[in-house]
């Protein structure tokens, strides 16, 4: 059963890393990717909280830290040693396209999707007007990370689920 879900797991990775691939979502999916571009408006954004947000921006940037420090320790440091699932930049696996650096050596589950769904959960708790925006963003970065060959879906499904389940205990 798991090795019929593994391989179910490749095929959709093929598909959303080969198949679908051109060259806007080349151009735009490293740029979705990449910490580093949402590194100003983060900071931008948590200084408007702590200044304009009153006390529910100030409880919102608390329960952000929190529940994004808890998705980033349980994937990064919990997780992914435990499960030891290679990501499928490293398992060098044929016709694969890595559009970025290859990460870490493990990708279940992805940090970067248990990051930003606990993100997008806390800011729709608090800002619910904008809750589409977030979990769209939430999304794209989700799918970014499969697109430029760094996780497989399931790495992805798993880190969301992840992040949502912890940003809501």
């Known amino acids: ?62 329960i952000l830290i929190i529940s994004c420090g808890l998705a980033d320790y349980s994937s990064a440091s919990i997780l992914k040693p435990f499960f030891e699932r290679l990501r499928p930049s490293h398992e060098m696996l044929d016709g694969i396209r890595i559009l970025m650096g290859k990460g870490g050596k493990y990708g279940f589950v992805s940090s970067h999707a248990a990051n930003i769904f606990a ?4 800011l729709s708790y608090f800002y619910p007007s904008k809750k589409r925006v977030y979990f769209f963003i939430a999304s794209m970065v989700a799918f970014s990370r499969v ?15 992840l992040g949502y389940g912890l940003a809501w205990s």
């Open 147 to 161: 697109y430029i060959g760094v996780h497989y879906p399931g790495d992805i499904i798993f880190g969301g689920i």
């Open 1 to 62: 059963m798991l090795d019929q879900l593994i391989t179910i797991d490749k095929l959709i990775f093929y598909f959303f890393n080969g198949v679908i691939a051109n060259s806007f979502f080349d151009i735009i999916m490293p740029i979705i990717t990449n910490e580093n571009i949402w590194a100003l408006p983060v900071i931008l954004g948590l200084i408007y909280l702590l200044l304009k947000g009153g006390r529910r921006g100030q409880i919102t940037i608390i």
């Open 119 to 122: 993100a997008a959960v806390v």
